[in-house]
């Protein structure tokens, strides 16, 4: 079981991408690897008022998701090689001298964490910054985010300031895996299934390799 | 795509040869023909097809060893030791038929054992597929289709092989076969999609890329699947007790094995491609 969480306010989130550029950065990731993604999310519709009038219902909001490290890890479990694997202290790794690159890890994870990196032939993923961990420091998104949305903490401690809430449109159904991630939704989120919502920036996020 | 309609294709051969050619033999205690010797031969080499396959895809062939390392819960490990399972006993049995081809009921329940492996390693691969992050993938569907397209490659190419040698009950049943499974496969579209359609948004953004993007390929599909009906039928219709009226049935077996790997081939593309991750992230 994951010992370590992300707390995401997603109404706090201006979408700058800072959190995504300083992951890059700091794991010295080539082009088309996005350890972190922020995913733009946007639905509308167009009702007409008892006056004639056409008024839009606009919602639109983002979602900064890397690796939830989660309790119940499908790519853990797929993985053949055993090179997708959970540390004593909760945080899934990739061992690279195990991995073969078979990208059945990307098939299972419904969030879409790991990263194929071509070059290397083998698979990548956030973990937590564990080395920054291991210096008592936080992981580099948590610190870059000019907003404060994103926290990191132990897994109680974040339930215990946030409550428990994990999932948010669209993210998959939380039951499936038990992310490690705790979201303060968007107040529009509630409204964006029934108004056709979607990711609009699928372009800029989509795994390139 | 080439490693999964390769094998499936392997184990059709080889469990509808066992069934359909082989028991009768053994029955009698005859000497296996040379044509039938040369089944097997076919059903090695479409499974070696995907021993290079498998062995390209995880980069060399010491990274395919490593893949056996979570047998306790990844299917794909599973998939690998049964795939090389099936693949090794397959190679003794067409080994031991081209050396002992009068003795085939001393051996045969090694072709037997061979057959229950691919049956299971056949389950095993669509297990790969039945994943909750791929709605579209993620249902009983998945291993029926690996099935139908199993036992629907093997018997076309058994009706095929066997034209002038095999018994004329023998080619009834693979001609049944031939017409029965591409009708399961065409009834079960409209139930699949109407699956689809209530297993959530991404299952539905499926639906929509088959009948959309792909609608072109889609219709190809069911079209060749059509035509490997009614070339079934014609078979069918063509098998004669008589033998020298066997050649009555070249063209009908041929153009269905045609139809039938068009078809197969269609299907495994859609199959891939109409995938759409749950969240769509």
């Given at each position: 079981?994951?010992?370590?969480?992300?707390?995401?306010?997603?109404?706090?989130?201006?979408?700058?991408?800072?959190?995504?550029?300083?992951?890059?950065?700091?794991?010295?990731?080539?082009?088309?690897?996005?350890?972190?993604?922020?995913?733009?999310?946007?639905?509308?519709?167009?009702?007409?008022?008892?006056?004639?009038?056409?008024?839009?219902?606009?919602?639109?909001?983002?979602?900064?998701?890397?690796?939830?490290?989660?309790?119940?890890?499908?790519?853990?479990?797929?993985?053949?090689?055993?090179?997708?694997?959970?540390?004593?202290?909760?945080?899934?790794?990739?061992?690279?001298?195990?991995?073969?690159?078979?990208?059945?890890?990307?098939?299972?994870?419904?969030?879409?964490?790991?990263?194929?990196?071509?070059?290397?032939?083998?698979?990548?993923?956030?973990?937590?910054?564990?080395?920054?961990?291991?210096?008592?420091?936080?992981?580099?998104?948590?610190?870059?985010?000019?907003?404060?949305?994103?926290?990191?903490?132990?897994?109680?401690?974040?339930?215990?300031?946030?409550?428990?809430?994990?999932?948010?449109?669209?993210?998959?159904?939380?039951?499936?895996?038990?992310?490690?991630?705790?979201?303060?939704?968007?107040?529009?989120?509630?409204?964006?299934?029934?108004?056709?919502?979607?990711?609009?920036?699928?372009?800029?996020?989509?795994?390139?390799? | 795509?080439?490693?999964?309609?390769?094998?499936?294709?392997?184990?059709?051969?080889?469990?509808?040869?066992?069934?359909?050619?082989l028991?009768?033999i053994a029955?009698?205690?005859e000497k296996l023909p040379l044509r039938f010797q040369m089944?097997l031969?076919?059903?090695?080499?479409?499974?070696?097809?995907?021993?290079?396959?498998?062995?390209?895809?995880?980069?060399?062939?010491?990274?395919?060893?490593?893949?056996?390392?979570?047998?306790?819960?990844?299917?794909?490990?599973?998939?690998?030791?049964?795939?090389?399972?099936?693949?090794?006993?397959?190679?003794?049995?067409t080994g031991l038929q081209f050396r002992f081809p009068s003795a085939v009921r001393s051996y045969?329940?090694?072709?037997?054992?061979?057959?229950?492996?691919?049956?299971?390693?056949?389950?095993?691969?669509?297990?790969?597929?039945?994943?909750?992050?791929?709605?579209?993938?993620?249902?009983?569907?998945?291993?029926?289709?690996?099935?139908?397209?199993?036992?629907?490659?093997?018997?076309?190419?058994?009706?095929?092989?066997?034209?002038?040698?095999?018994?004329?009950?023998?080619?009834?049943?693979?001609?049944?076969?031939?017409?029965?499974?591409?009708?399961?496969?065409?009834?079960?579209?409209?139930?699949?999609?109407?699956?689809?359609?209530?297993?959530?948004?991404?299952?539905?953004?499926?639906?929509?890329?088959?009948?959309?993007?792909?609608?072109?390929?889609?219709?190809?599909?069911?079209?060749?699947?059509?035509?490997?009906?009614?070339?079934?039928?014609?078979?069918?219709?063509?098998?004669?007790?008589?033998?020298?009226?066997?050649?009555?049935?070249?063209?009908?077996?041929?153009?269905?094995?045609?139809?039938?790997?068009?078809?197969?081939?269609?299907?495994?593309?859609?199959?891939?491609?109409?995938?759409?991750?749950?969240?769509?992230?």
């Amino acid at each position: 079981m994951s010992t370590f969480g992300f707390y995401f306010d997603s109404s706090a989130c201006s979408g700058c991408k800072t959190c995504q550029v300083a992951c890059k950065d700091k794991n010295d990731l080539q082009a088309g690897i996005r350890f972190r993604r922020v995913y733009e999310v946007a639905g509308a519709n167009w009702n007409k008022t008892d006056e004639g009038a056409w008024e839009h219902d606009i919602v639109a909001y983002n979602l900064s998701i890397a690796c939830n490290h989660c309790e119940n890890p499908s790519c853990v479990k797929a993985c053949p090689t055993t090179a997708m694997h959970s540390e004593l202290d909760g945080i899934i790794q990739i061992d690279p001298k195990k991995c073969v690159g078979c990208r059945y890890c990307q098939w299972a994870c419904p969030y879409g964490s790991p990263q194929y990196n071509r070059q290397k032939g083998i698979m990548q993923k956030c973990d937590f910054c564990r080395d920054y961990i291991l210096d008592g420091k936080q992981p580099v998104c948590v610190t870059s985010c000019p907003m404060r949305a994103l926290e990191f903490g132990p897994i109680s401690q974040l339930i215990e300031k946030y409550g428990d809430n994990r999932s948010v449109f669209p993210l998959p159904d939380p039951s499936i895996t038990k992310p490690a991630l705790f979201i303060k939704p968007h107040p529009g989120a509630a409204r964006a299934s029934e108004l056709g919502g979607s990711i609009i920036n699928r372009e800029e996020v989509k795994d390139e390799q | 795509m080439v490693f999964t309609l390769s094998m499936q294709f392997s184990v059709g051969v080889v469990l509808l040869y066992d069934l359909f050619l082989l028991f009768p033999i053994a029955l009698k205690k005859e000497k296996l023909p040379l044509r039938f010797q040369m089944i097997l031969l076919v059903a090695l080499v479409a499974a070696l097809t995907g021993v290079v396959f498998s062995l390209l895809h995880p980069g060399n062939p010491v990274n395919a060893m490593k893949t056996l390392s979570n047998l306790n819960n990844s299917w794909l490990s599973r998939e690998i030791l049964f795939f090389i399972s099936y693949s090794g006993m397959l190679l003794i049995v067409t080994g031991l038929q081209f050396r002992f081809p009068s003795a085939v009921r001393s051996y045969k329940w090694l072709l037997d054992l061979t057959c229950l492996t691919g049956l299971v390693l056949v389950y095993v691969m669509s297990r790969i597929y039945w994943l909750p992050s791929m709605p579209a993938w993620d249902s009983i569907f998945t291993p029926i289709s690996f099935y139908l397209a199993m036992f629907l490659s093997g018997s076309c190419f058994l009706l095929l092989f066997q034209l002038n040698s095999g018994s004329w009950t023998s080619q009834k049943g693979l001609a049944v076969l031939i017409i029965a499974i591409p009708v399961i496969q065409v009834a079960l579209l409209p139930v699949y999609m109407s699956w689809l359609e209530e297993a959530g948004d991404s299952a539905r953004q499926s639906v929509s890329l088959l009948l959309n993007q792909y609608l072109p390929a889609f219709y190809l599909r069911l079209g060749f699947e059509i035509l490997t009906i009614a070339f079934g039928f014609w078979a069918f219709f063509s098998i004669r007790s008589d033998t020298l009226k066997r050649r009555n049935l070249f063209i009908p077996a041929l153009l269905a094995f045609i139809t039938m790997v068009g078809a197969l081939v269609i299907d495994r593309f859609l199959f891939y491609q109409q995938i759409v991750p749950i969240g769509n992230l």
